[in-house]
């Protein structure tokens, strides 16, 4: 496969090629090269406040421990005990004085130390050295804003470096909403799909129109004016379908960083111009929008860290979860205000309640179309057929600014073209120094 690559994604012709969807081998590599070495999401501060508060996160296929220290700080290591790999803890979140495992009884501090071992004297005749079989920690472990991130990777640059400005600004612009924390009660569950599909179409401003027709028709998302309605979907007949999304006109601003973080959506103030609707997205005051910056508080959209963090502009995070080639889990995280009011949290959780999750429209909507995709890319002669990402191609400019690659065209396909490339220079295993070059574009669109 890894002679294959140039071939699988292919920038020129905007193609890419079915069989990364449901192939295992180029499931095991994206393991072994992506999620083996990125930085990756565990969770938010606010959700373990208190010392022995923990948390199970998920690192590519292993799952992690997140705990309070009892010093404050955080520490992570594997769910997998250091005897015969029981996983020491079953609950996915809790408080406890330490972890015991339930197999033959190992008990493991707060630190990951092996601290209990039943018989230590009677069976092991006292020859076990305790000190030599703590619980496997992750390599490097750092929180930006609240938001704890850890890799497996003892060469991965620092987080901020990791971010980079495109990242950075990604998890600012939830941050900046507020004294926020993380609503209890994380919302998991599984879609039959491979986790690409979950991740490009965070970009896909194409799909609205068509796939959340529904979502229209109910009022979900708020009802456009009669001009958001111009550049709308045409059946063939030349009938309106009624329920378009976005002028086809419409700047759509794409911002990509190293490593393949990218930003994308609709630019805010040529939404405001030409509907004369606020648009439903980030509104920061001016304090805050003066802290995000010019770039930051332009973007109507979604935010996106390499490889599966997603932050939406309803104020909430999703991590999608990739579980085997074809299997996805998709787990939500609400955020709120602090020192919002009971009515403003009540009104905001039912928001992102009834967009995703598990009873959320949209995702319901987005998930079965993921699934037919996925499916389809398993059978002889249709994973020959390749896909296409060709929307914008050859006729958009990049603009170079404050550390971001800046693409303002109409609605387009780059970002999803480019995280693809991202994908595929991960897959070639570069050294940082490499990689960070190899997935910043320069003049390629
Ligand atoms: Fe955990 Fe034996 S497997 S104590
Ligand atoms: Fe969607």
Request: negative net charge.
């Amino acid at each position: 496969v890894v002679d294959q690559l140039d071939s699988l994604v292919s920038l020129e012709r905007g193609e890419i090629d079915r069989r990364i969807f449901s192939d295992q081998e180029i499931f095991n590599l994206e393991m072994k090269h992506i999620f083996g070495r990125a930085w990756l999401f565990l969770c938010h501060e606010s959700q373990i406040p208190k010392r022995g508060d923990f948390f199970e996160a998920p690192m590519g296929t292993d799952n992690v421990l997140v705990v309070r220290q009892k010093d404050g700080g955080i520490k992570a290591f594997l769910n997998t005990c250091s005897h015969r790999g029981n996983a020491v803890c079953r609950a996915e979140e809790g408080n406890v004085r330490n972890f015991m495992c339930t197999y033959h009884g190992w008990t493991f501090g707060l630190d990951g130390e092996l601290v209990g071992v039943p018989g230590s004297s009677l069976f092991y005749k006292d020859k076990l050295d305790r000190s030599k079989y703590p619980l496997r920690k992750v390599a490097q472990l750092e929180s930006y804003r609240g938001f704890v991130f850890a890799t497996f990777d003892e060469t991965a640059p620092p987080l901020p470096e990791y971010l980079g400005a495109t990242g950075r600004l990604g998890l600012d612009l939830l941050a900046e909403r507020g004294d926020m924390e993380v609503i209890p009660g994380i919302q998991k569950f599984t879609v039959k799909t491979n986790w690409k599909f979950t991740v490009d179409n965070v970009f896909d401003y194409y799909h609205p129109q068509i796939t959340h027709m529904s979502a229209f028709a109910l009022g979900l998302i708020p009802a456009p004016p009669d001009n958001y309605m111009e550049g709308g979907a045409k059946s063939e007949t030349g009938a309106n379908l009624e329920v378009p999304f976005l002028p086809t006109d419409l700047h759509n601003v794409v911002m990509v960083g190293e490593y393949g973080h990218a930003i994308s959506g609709p630019d805010q103030d040529a939404l405001e111009v030409s509907t004369g609707v606020e648009p439903f997205a980030w509104r920061h005051n001016d304090e805050t929008q003066a802290r995000l910056g010019r770039h930051g508080s332009r973007v109507a959209g979604h935010p996106h860290i390499f490889p599966t963090t997603w932050v939406t502009a309803g104020g909430q995070l999703s991590l999608r979860v990739p579980r085997e080639p074809g299997v996805t889990e998709i787990w939500w995280f609400s955020f709120r205000d602090k020192n919002a009011s009971p009515e403003e949290n009540a009104a905001l959780l039912s928001s992102h309640i009834h967009f995703f999750g598990p009873a959320g429209l949209l995702e319901q909507e987005d998930g079965e179309n993921w699934a037919q995709s996925t499916l389809q890319t398993k059978g002889l002669r249709s994973r020959e057929v390749p896909q296409l990402l060709k929307m914008g191609l050859g006729t958009s400019e990049v603009v170079k600014d404050d550390g971001l690659a800046i693409i303002d065209a109409p609605i387009n396909e780059h970002a999803q073209l480019w995280t693809y490339h991202s994908w595929r220079e991960w897959l070639r295993n570069p050294t940082w120094e490499e990689l960070r070059e190899r997935t910043v574009p320069h003049d390629r669109f």
